[in-house]
């Protein structure tokens, strides 16, 4: 059975950090585009980042670029989205997803075009709430 478990939510202050945790059983993310979605209040969910690959190629948004970035661990088979000078506009629900990725260039695909490709993240966690507040 495969389960996503994501962690590392919470309340921060405009210009703080939180690292989110997606665990991963049942399925080897080597294997796998794993991408960061959030949705917002009243709003569509969106992709912010991304990674693929045996290199562990990451992809970000224009939105949280420079701020945000997906790591992966393979040993545990973990992966991290790191935040950084987070904003009142970052604040939402935050999922990990996956899709499966046969190919470097299926990976690019998946990750350089998240939104467009969403149908193919086929497992999903129960999200984490981040909120961004003074």
């Known amino acids: 059975q495969v389960q996503f478990v994501e962690t590392g939510g919470g309340l921060v202050q405009p210009g703080g950090s939180l690292r989110l945790s997606c665990a991963a059983s049942?399925?080897?993310?080597?294997?796998?585009?794993v991408g960061w979605f959030r949705q917002a209040p009243g709003k569509e969910r969106e992709p912010v980042s991304c990674v693929f690959g045996r290199d562990a190629t990451a992809f970000n948004s224009e939105s949280v670029k420079d701020r945000f970035t997906a790591s992966r661990d393979n040993a545990n088979n973990f992966v991290h989205l790191q935040m950084n000078n987070l904003k009142s506009g970052d604040t939402a629900v935050y999922y990990c997803a996956a899709a499966f990725s046969r190919s470097e260039g299926t990976g690019l695909r998946l990750c350089n075009h998240a939104s467009e490709f969403e149908s193919e993240f086929a497992f999903w966690g129960q999200g984490t709430q981040v909120t961004v507040s003074s």
């Open positions: 049942g399925l080897n993310l080597l294997n796998y585009a």
